[in-house]
């Protein structure tokens, strides 16, 4: 479930010799000219002085940056560390679907095995948070959310995940779905409810929607819809979200993913949707996957509109691409957005940090005190330079302890270790 609101006021008391304590010497915040310290206690940053038993990690004037929150991801889908597969063509969300569940039974490995290997990944290529969707059909049973809900159990001390029941063969018309939903629902594993394309693809806007929001209302859930439709049947769906998001009170738990419709309106119909969204604190994610499909961010965010980035799908079957990594999905974001000056560049940083965290309900992690200690450290010149090299981190750091070194994850018993 989303997280409450971070208000900022922890993590300031002076610390003890009691306490947990790191100190980050010679480290660049945003790629500072001129390094400083950084002081950690009990996993949050403190502007008071480190007690004597503190541990110190020599940063080497590296560029200490805030990970990274994937908004948007299918691990449970990936085929990542496994042998190569090779992909047939595919017309349409029902045909992908069914070379899902084809893939699905293919595999040797199981879901957790296959979601371990790139959540981890992730992590090591400073991730610190993910909202992950999880198939839910006929054709899978629970096995996928089943699958993430043990992934996150094991990588919890160098991940937040929340797990979106989605159905991706849809709800209404693929019989048994709407059942599963409930059970999924019913079993406190997952944190959001999905759908799709309730009108294009499910042929149902009024039945599917009402199933959704009343799961999501009777077991505490927020809900996560899939939105590729265009034109009238999008922003219509749109439409019918933001009406059931006001009458069940559900502001700040609800989130529409892709919503290319809005990539059709002019500028007039733009502001005005975006005005009801932002009233309804209704989040939105994009993929940045190409320049006529990437949500115009700064516009929506006029309006209050909270817009995080994510990865999508990581070579499953609809696509061979993708490596989990945030950093080269800024990076890629930057690309289609034409980012050319350093504000630029480095706004699409923000977007994958700290909007991704806004979505999620997540504290911001900007080393002030009270923030977070979930960072990493890279080499690189400037926040700018590195969006557009995406060099890797040499550590990443999750609550003032280093959760992976040079590429590998730091063992969970190792952690309490600089």
Not at 8 to 27: E, H, I, S
Not at 174 to 183: D, K, R, S
Not at 297 to 314: F, K, P, Q
Not at 354 to 379: E, I, K, M, N, Q
């Amino acid at each position: 479930m989303t997280s409450p609101r971070y208000d900022g006021a922890q993590g300031t008391v002076p610390a003890d010799d009691t306490a947990d304590a790191v100190v980050f010497r010679n480290v660049r915040p945003f790629g500072t000219e001129s390094p400083v310290d950084l002081t950690v206690v009990d996993g949050r940053f403190t502007d008071h002085p480190a007690p004597a038993a503190a541990r110190v990690v020599d940063g080497g004037g590296r560029v200490a940056l805030p990970t990274l929150v994937n908004a948007h991801v299918h691990p449970d889908k990936t085929t990542w560390g496994g042998p190569w597969v090779s992909r047939r063509p595919a017309q349409g969300i029902a045909d992908y679907s069914e070379q899902d569940a084809e893939l699905f039974r293919s595999q040797d490995r199981t879901v957790a095995e296959r979601a371990l290997g790139l959540m981890s990944h992730a992590v090591t290529r400073g991730t610190r948070a993910m909202r992950a969707h999880a198939d839910v059909a006929p054709a899978y049973g629970l096995a996928c959310v089943e699958g993430l809900a043990a992934v996150r159990q094991q990588l919890r001390h160098s991940l937040d995940a929340e797990i979106v029941a989605f159905p991706q063969h849809g709800v209404i018309r693929t019989p048994g779905t709407a059942e599963l939903l409930e059970e999924a629902a019913r079993t406190g594993t997952i944190d959001m409810i999905g759908g799709i394309d309730p009108i294009d693809f499910d042929h149902a806007l009024d039945e599917q929607l009402d199933l959704i929001f009343r799961l999501a209302d009777r077991h505490a859930l927020g809900v996560d819809l899939h939105l590729h439709d265009r034109g009238d049947a999008g922003t219509a769906a749109l439409r019918a979200v933001i009406d059931r998001t006001r009458a069940l009170s559900l502001q700040g738990r609800v989130t529409v993913s892709h919503v290319f419709c809005l990539l059709d309106l002019d500028e007039r119909e733009l502001d005005a949707i975006a005005a009801e969204l932002g009233l309804a604190d209704i989040a939105l994610t994009t993929v940045a996957p190409s320049p006529s499909r990437v949500l115009p961010i700064a516009r929506l965010r006029e309006h209050g509109v909270r817009v995080g980035l994510g990865t999508d799908g990581v070579r499953d079957a609809w696509s061979p691409f993708g490596n989990g990594d945030m950093l080269h999905r800024t990076h890629q974001l930057g690309r289609v957005t034409g980012a050319r000056t350093d504000d630029e560049l480095e706004r699409c940083y923000h977007v994958g940090a700290h909007d991704g965290a806004d979505v999620l309900g997540l504290p911001r992690v900007d080393f002030t005190a009270g923030s977070p200690a979930d960072f990493v450290l890279v080499h690189g010149e400037c926040l700018p330079q590195i969006v557009v090299d995406t060099p890797p981190p040499d550590l990443v750091v999750r609550g003032g302890r280093v959760v992976a070194r040079d590429g590998e994850p730091v063992d969970a018993t190792e952690q309490s270790l600089p």
